[in-house]
């Protein structure tokens, strides 16, 4: 797996990309519900919306790659009419079992069309760590546009690109992440489709991310300071030059060798090694180090979709969390450092017996 950028339009993105069809199919594995905090973002974003947007129950919004309901069931619960649009089919259903009505299928702008015929304009879009996923971004956000018209309302978060580089997040770098966005480039491909950022917040959510606020570029709407202060704040830090990006390849060196020094150590001490958390991320990390179930014995998860697999590439068995209480290892590596401090108020029965929890990115550290 390469990491390019285009020297023209600065989007960052991987150099050989996967048909959408083999990684969003109907075995996807990743239901949004499974993070408590992350309902709780979801939760919050959707209060605000309602409060900022003045929605109510003669509102329409739609969220795209809306996964197993785990935002719209607070939309649902206001009261307002939503739809869901999901192509896999494993998180789709859990949404139509919560009483969402959920689309099965990829969004772009030929469904955006459908939609709008069918059920007129969105008042609000909400699209939630999915620009980076799609293949054609530019048919993706031409869809958002026809969606929302000339009066609706986006809202689209994404990692930001400035904390990957910044914080070595060299592992939320997969295939099923086509893009990496910074404000600069949002802004450019909104723009190329007749939409207008109007405000901008930083979130702590994914290691670091950016919400934004969108409509149509025809709306009286004056972007807030946030907007310039955060484009500014990309320019110096180099994020518009293609050559600040070369610290990355070093970066992940460093960390692979790091984590690998500590592993290698634990096994020639007889120490148990287990890791938390089946995420996407641990692949990238455990693959590009080459650890294998001689170093890391198996990786807990409590997704039940998840349990009985193997980590891709590595084999290592994921299991459920029964495995740690019955026999505590010595260390637990951390697979989604995003969720550390979620994680470890959640395993704190395992700090009573002496387990050592360990992150490698952006440096190795133990908690």
Request: overall charge negative; some cysteine.
């Amino acid at each position: 797996m390469r990491l390019v950028i285009c020297t023209n339009c600065l989007l960052v993105q991987v150099a050989h990309p996967q048909q959408p069809e083999g990684i969003f199919d109907a075995n996807y594995a990743y239901f949004s519900s499974y993070s408590g905090s992350w309902l709780r973002h979801a939760e919050s974003l959707v209060a605000q919306a309602c409060d900022r947007l003045s929605l109510g129950t003669d509102s329409f919004v739609v969220e795209l790659a809306s996964n197993d309901g785990y935002l719209l069931q607070y939309v649902l619960a206001r009261g307002i009419p939503c739809l869901g649009i999901e192509p896999t089919q494993s998180t789709a259903e859990v949404s139509i079992s919560r009483g969402i009505e959920t689309r099965m299928e990829f969004f772009g702008l030929t469904l955006a069309r459908q939609v709008v015929a069918e059920r007129g304009h969105a008042n609000l879009v909400i699209a939630n760590n999915v620009l980076a996923h799609v293949p054609d971004i530019n048919d993706f956000v031409a869809g958002i546009a026809e969606l929302l018209g000339n009066d609706g309302r986006a809202v689209i978060e994404f990692p930001h690109l400035a904390r990957l580089v910044q914080e070595r997040q060299f592992d939320t770098v997969y295939h099923e992440h086509y893009s990496y966005l910074s404000l600069h480039v949002a802004d450019r491909i909104l723009r190329e489709h007749g939409l207008m950022i109007w405000d901008v917040e930083r979130l702590p959510t994914h290691g670091g991310s950016l919400r934004i606020w969108a409509c149509s570029d025809a709306a009286p709407i004056a972007p807030t300071p946030a907007f310039d202060t955060i484009m500014e704040g990309e320019r110096l830090s180099g994020l518009c030059d293609p050559s600040s990006y070369d610290v990355l390849q070093q970066s992940a060196i460093e960390i692979k060798n790091d984590l690998l020094s500590l592993l290698i150590e634990e096994h020639r001490a007889k120490r148990r090694v287990v890791a938390y958390g089946a995420a996407a991320k641990g692949n990238t990390l455990l693959n590009f180090a080459g650890v294998r179930p001689d170093l890391i014995e198996y990786v807990v998860d409590r997704n039940p979709h998840k349990q009985g697999l193997h980590m891709p590439g590595c084999r290592i068995p994921i299991v459920p969390e029964q495995a740690l209480i019955e026999a505590p290892p010595d260390t637990c590596l951390i697979l989604p450092w995003n969720l550390t401090d979620e994680l470890l108020a959640q395993l704190n029965y395992l700090r009573v017996r002496n387990v050592k929890f360990v992150t490698a990115v952006p440096k190795l550290k133990i908690h």
